[in-house]
């Protein structure tokens, strides 16, 4: 693929939008190639993408502010789009082009930061990462989310998880995770997370309506059960807000190995789709920090679910010190949660 090719980047996009359960916000997310040679402000700068459009998300901070205009109020003609209602490529292309003539300068805006995708589906995935280190380094968690946008992950010790059958977690949580589970399930383990907080730069107060509303904007119109999700944290954070801390990744990881560990805890740091938004000395110097304090004695675990940017899979990889801290593949799995491809590592 050519990292640099914006209209490349758009096809990708839908296409695989598409083939994971959302062909309406496939067909607006397609519509934006109409936009690239228009004479909008958003359709300019979208062609003249400085970046990797993909590696950006830069199709995706756009369909945002689409859906927002339908999830506002501010107008509702996308609708028949996402309810499947006009399916026609050409005429949705047109609606598209109109709407961005008419909102030119609100959309533009959703082009200045990446999209806020903070989906409590990744859970499982963490869930069950810990699952596996219970045996290995105890059962006792101080977990140190990365990028945590709202912090919807780091309320995941108040979820109920249903992990190809093994169950973990309060049965009567408003928030239940329940992923098609692939492989094996994961085997059962005593979990006691003791500590929970996170850290992103621009942290989405969940009880703002206006944040909380731009945030359900970035999921996609067609996939309810992950709207559903976003109105289960919404309730989850007005009982007790997360502990999120604005700060950057790498100074945050500094601060966090600086503090004490409580006596037969170990301190684990863990993100999901958050990496390649990063930059790349912020990924080194978080690199260095982490695996210089393991190989130091600290007891330190990292769960990573990330993209690899070779196969554009979902990959579950831990690691853990003690322990020699090598990266162990776990799974995989998919963007927001809906399936976990389990593989069993005993």
């Known amino acids: 693929m050519d990292w640099s090719d914006v209209a490349e980047a758009i096809r990708w996009q839908a296409d695989h939008a598409a083939k994971n359960g959302a062909p309406c916000t496939a067909r607006v997310v397609r519509a934006q190639l109409a936009l690239l040679e228009s004479d909008t402000e958003t359709g300019h700068r979208l062609a003249t993408w400085p970046g990797k459009p993909l590696e950006d998300a830069l199709p995706l901070r756009l369909a945002g502010g689409f859906h927002h205009l339908v999830l506002s109020g501010t107008d509702v003609r996308l609708g028949e789009v996402y309810r499947g209602e006009l399916t026609d490529q050409d005429a949705v292309d047109a609606l598209i082009l109109e709407l961005t003539h008419r909102y030119d300068t609100a959309l533009l805006r959703w082009l200045d930061g990446p999209p806020q995708t903070n989906e409590a589906g990744r859970s499982a995935s963490i869930m ?40 973990v977690g309060p049965q009567d949580s408003p928030m239940q ?27 989405v107060n969940l009880a703002d309506p206006a944040q909380a509303l731009r945030l359900k904007s970035y999921v996609w119109a067609e996939v309810t059960e992950r709207l559903a999700r976003i109105d289960a944290a919404i309730q989850l954070a007005g009982e007790q807000p997360p502990h999120l801390t604005q700060m950057d990744a790498g100074d945050w990881v500094d601060h966090r190995l600086a503090a004490p560990l409580e006596e037969g805890t170990t301190r684990v740091f863990y993100h999901s789709i958050v990496w390649q938004y990063l930059p790349p000395e912020t990924r080194a110097r978080i690199t260095k920090a982490i695996t210089g304090a393991g190989e130091a004695g600290q007891r330190l675990a990292w769960i990573m679910l990330e993209t690899n940017r070779e196969t554009f899979r979902h990959e579950l990889t831990v690691r853990h010190w003690p322990g020699g801290g090598d990266p162990v593949l776990l799974g995989e799995a998919h963007a927001h949660g809906a399936w976990v491809a389990w593989h069993g590592k005993a």
């Not at 699952?131 to 108040?158: C, H, I, Q, Y």
């Not at 995770?177 to 942290?203: F, M, N």
């Open 128 to 167: 069950a990462a810990l699952l596996w280190l219970s045996p290995r380094v105890g059962p006792r968690f101080e977990m140190n989310e990365l990028g945590a946008s709202a912090g919807v992950n780091t309320m995941m010790d108040r979820y109920h998880y249903n992990l190809g059958g093994t169950q």
């Open 177 to 203: 995770i329940k992923p098609e589970w692939r492989g094996p399930a994961p085997l059962s383990a005593p979990v006691e997370i003791t500590a929970i907080q996170g850290c992103d730069r621009a942290p």
